[in-house]
């Protein structure tokens, strides 16, 4: 393996280990929640409403909630690492060896994309025992899935770069990622909104990925399957830009 890889693969690794040594707090504790989520709103609504007609409530639900789990974990991931690292003032083993800023890009996606699935895969086995599921595309549920990681994982980056302490941290994950991925379809089909409603969460990009990896579960969707993959894809390119112009310039790293 060149040395190219090993640095890579390295940067990797250490960022897996940062995680999964404490399984309890980063795997099973999301995913007990998620569950909790699951019982709460099936027991209280119950199949007393479907979003649409060829699924109950529980089917409609389960892929909104695992794609809410995805976010917030894949999030989670890279900005309290980064901040963790600036906090402790250990971020000079990120900056000193030689490694691009691309590598460390590629790493802290990857890393947070395998948080992401792996959280997501927990909360679904968890879910199993209280929901009937069948999977229309395979292919797309693992396209949003991953992409939709991957995106928070450059968002999760930029504000670990942006945050000098956890408060900063707390309120980009209290007040934006939490509160968007709540009001993106999650418990809800956007269609029973007022038509303003409607307009106005079309801006919010995490709408699409739940409405994207919820057609991977059902086959239908609020809106055409094509403009959600196109707009995640943007966002993706533009995330990943971005973070490389920051890395680049050694904003809040470097000075």
Request: contains cysteine; hydrophobic residues 55%.
């Amino acid at each position: 393996m060149s040395a190219y890889y090993i640095r890579f693969a390295t940067l990797y690794i250490k960022e897996l280990r940062r995680f999964t040594k404490i399984p309890g707090q980063t795997i099973l504790a999301p995913a007990a929640t998620t569950l909790l989520f699951m019982v709460i709103f099936s027991t209280a609504i119950g199949n007393s409403r479907n979003e649409y007609i060829l699924t109950d409530f529980k089917s409609f639900l389960f892929p909104g909630l695992i794609m809410m789990t995805i976010i917030q974990n894949a999030f989670m991931n890279n900005s309290s690492s980064l901040l963790m690292s600036k906090v402790q003032g250990n971020i000079v083993d990120l900056l000193m060896p030689p490694i691009s800023n691309f590598q460390i890009i590629v790493s802290f996606i990857l890393v947070g994309v395998t948080r992401g699935l792996t959280v997501a895969i927990a909360a679904a086995i968890f879910m199993l025992p209280f929901v009937q599921i069948e999977i229309y595309s395979f292919t797309i549920v693992l396209f949003f899935a991953v992409i939709s990681s991957a995106i928070l994982s450059l968002i999760g980056l930029l504000t670990g770069i942006w945050a000098d302490k956890w408060d900063h941290l707390g309120t980009i994950d209290n007040f934006i990622i939490i509160p968007l991925s709540f009001l993106s379809g999650t418990f809800y089909s956007i269609k029973i909104l007022p038509e303003f409603i409607q307009k106005l969460s079309l801006f919010n990009p995490f709408f699409y990925m739940i409405d994207g990896f919820r057609y991977g579960f059902i086959g239908l969707s609020d809106v055409n399957i094509m403009i959600s993959i196109q707009i995640l894809i943007l966002c993706f390119i533009i995330l990943l830009f971005f973070s490389y112009l920051i890395l680049q310039s050694g904003y809040k790293l470097r000075h």
